[in-house]
């Protein structure tokens, strides 16, 4: 037998009783009365589980953890940061303590010649 002649078998009365109809929803427009009404899928109006003040709480705590991450990674570029002005200091110092040494060698150099003349000129004049 096929669906539709096991349908047919079944009296309407006997659908009645097994099948309670919503006396407030008026006929169906298709006439299968018979069928189950079903409602439209909505994830939304399952719900979540969780109440209002459950999804306050877990925000304020994803908000102190983003909080303290963002603390922890900017402290961490700030340890960073340091070092590396720490080195750029170091050698900024070592680059001029080797200019002054530069310096001194030249201004020394210049120094003694300066004496030397000094004293060609000095030893000039005492021998006159």
């Known amino acids: 037998m096929s669906t539709e002649g ?8 006997s659908l009645k009783e097994v099948i309670i109809s919503d006396p407030g929803k008026g006929k169906r427009v298709s006439g299968k009365n018979w069928k189950v009404e079903k409602k439209a899928f909505r994830i939304k109006s399952l719900g979540t589980g969780a109440s209002w003040k459950q999804k306050q709480e877990q925000r304020i705590k994803e908000k102190e953890v983003k909080a303290r991450l963002k603390e922890l990674q900017d402290e961490k570029v700030a340890d960073r940061k340091a070092k590396i002005d720490k080195i750029k200091e170091k050698r900024e110092k070592k680059a001029e303590q080797e200019r002054y040494e530069r310096l001194a060698t030249v201004m020394h150099a210049k120094r003694v010649e300066r004496l030397k003349r000094r004293e060609k000129r000095n030893k000039l004049l005492k021998e006159r």
């Open 6 to 13: 096991q349908q047919s078998n079944i009296s309407e009365k």
